[in-house]
């Protein structure tokens, strides 16, 4: 699953808007919240975070909850079981079913945590250049009492590759550059989109072992992705050893 991911680029709405091809829109009511876009480190679930959709025929960067809370629930906190959508079964579940053929969005990010079974080390994982990329995102709409309108989006995941497997048995999905426009189109639909869906190559990625500053979901800033100490981190290099082929 993807739990916690990170946005640490200091790029402002505007040109990270531009880094996706998208314009910058205005937070939509409840949809976003104050620092949705900009400098994160541990963005956490029923937080705001940015997003890149295609609204009125253009494509925005905006900010949206995560946790997909579908126009027909009424219970809410169903949100907070839907930050994470399996590609396997977008197509047979009412929650993703209607979004994957309808609502498809980016999300923008430059890493996401998942924490070792044997010691809950946390381990931060990014592109081994370190840019931005985008996971595979579904997203909702629904207006509340008084009008305003609520975005939220889930993240869908996939198997794991090599990089990721030692530490758990899903990953987000990362849509390359070149599939921007077949996933945000909602004009498209089935085995373009269905094609996208797998997991990003290990050889591309890296994993590092972070201080257990990110465990609370509150912690926030650079705090969050500094280094393990060195006794947790040389407990945890085996991990990786077979995975990154003798690369750290």
Do not use: K
């Amino acid at each position: 699953m993807c739990g916690r991911f990170t946005l640490t680029t200091d790029l402002d709405a505007a040109a990270l808007a531009e880094l996706f091809g998208a314009e910058a829109a205005a937070p939509a009511g409840a949809s976003a919240g104050a620092g949705a876009i900009g400098p994160r480190y541990n963005i956490a679930p029923a937080q705001p975070a940015a997003a890149v959709l295609i609204d009125g025929g253009r494509r925005v960067l905006d900010a949206l909850r995560w946790g997909l809370l579908p126009a027909w629930a009424r219970d809410r906190s169903i949100a907070g079981r839907l930050i994470n959508a399996r590609a396997e079964t977008l197509e047979r579940r009412s929650a993703f079913r209607d979004a994957f053929a309808r609502r498809r969005c980016l999300i923008p990010s430059d890493g996401f945590f998942e924490w070792s079974a044997r010691d809950r080390t946390p381990h931060w994982i990014r592109l081994r250049d370190g840019r931005p990329f985008a996971y595979a995102g579904l997203y909702e709409r629904r207006t509340e009492r008084g009008g305003a309108e609520l975005r939220t989006f889930t993240i869908v995941t996939t198997e794991p590759n090599d990089l990721v497997r030692p530490l758990h048995d899903r990953m987000p999905v990362i849509i390359p550059p070149d599939g921007y426009d077949r996933w945000l189109d909602p004009s498209r639909r089935g085995a373009g989109q269905r094609a996208l869906l797998r997991p990003y190559p290990a050889a591309e990625m890296t994993a590092q072992a972070v201080a257990r500053t990110v465990n609370r979901a509150d912690a926030e800033g650079p705090a969050c992705v500094l280094p393990a100490p060195a006794d947790s981190l040389d407990a945890n290099l085996d991990l990786f050893a077979e995975a990154t082929h003798g690369h750290t």
